[in-house]
C-alpha cells in the first residue's frame, strides 16, 4: 500500500469544550505513552544497524527502557476513568489484556524489575545480587572507539543488570540465558504489540466521537 501523510484534526470550536475534558485529558496521557513505546521499539530496531560498543549499548538500553515504558503504560491505562473503562472498544482491547494471566505474570516478573530496579531507578542492590552467580570468560568494565566519549560503553554494567533480569541458575549455559534473554526480548515486543493495538481501537472510538476526523494530506 503507497505511504500516504494524514492528519487527526477537530475544529478551534471543538478543541475549546475539550480542553477540560477528562477523557480528553486521559487520551492525551495514553497518547504519550504510545509515543515512546514507538520511540524506542524504533531505537531498538535500528541499533541492530550499528556496530561495536555503540551497538550493544544501543540495543540493551533501548530494550530496558522500552519495557520500563510499557509498564508505566499498563499503570496508565488502570488510571483511566469509567468514562472511558465502560466502553465497548475498551474492554475489547485493553479489557482483555489486562485480564490475560500471561501478561500480568510477565508485567509482576520481568517489566516490574526492569522499571524498578535499573531504569528509572538505579538499585545499587542489583550490582551486588546480580553478581553472586555471574560468569563470564572475560571481565570487560568497558569498551571504546578512539577519543570520543560518545563511542564508550560501560558494558560490564548492562551485563550485570541482564544477569539480574535472567536470574540465572549456578552452571546455566550460556546458550540457555541467550535463548531466555531472546525469548524475553520477543515478550515484550507481542505485548506492546497487543497494547498499542487495543490503545488505537479505543482512541479511534473516542476521537471519533468527540468530532476529530481523519483528513489525508494533498
Known sequence: MENFVYDITCSK??????????????????????NALRFFHKTTVDSYALSG????????NSFLYLGSVLY?????????GKDLKNLDSFNSGFGVLLKDKTVRSFRKLVLHRMRNKFVFHFDVTVAKEALKEFQMSEYKF????????GDMYFGLADEAVINYLLEPVPNEPDENLKQRYEKILQETVQVMGRFIASAEK???DVLNNMGFSFNVVE
Open 13 to 34: 470550536d471543538q478543541f475549546e469544550l475539550l480542553r477540560t475534558d477528562e477523557k480528553f485529558l486521559e487520551l492525551l496521557s495514553l497518547a504519550r505513552v504510545l
Open 53 to 60: 560498543p555503540v551497538r550493544a549499548r544501543s540495543i540493551i
Open 72 to 80: 508505566e503504560g499498563f499503570h496508565t491505562v488502570e488510571k483511566l
Open 142 to 149: 568497558a569498551s571504546g572507539v578512539g577519543k570520543a566519549g
Open 202 to 204: 479505543l482512541m479511534a
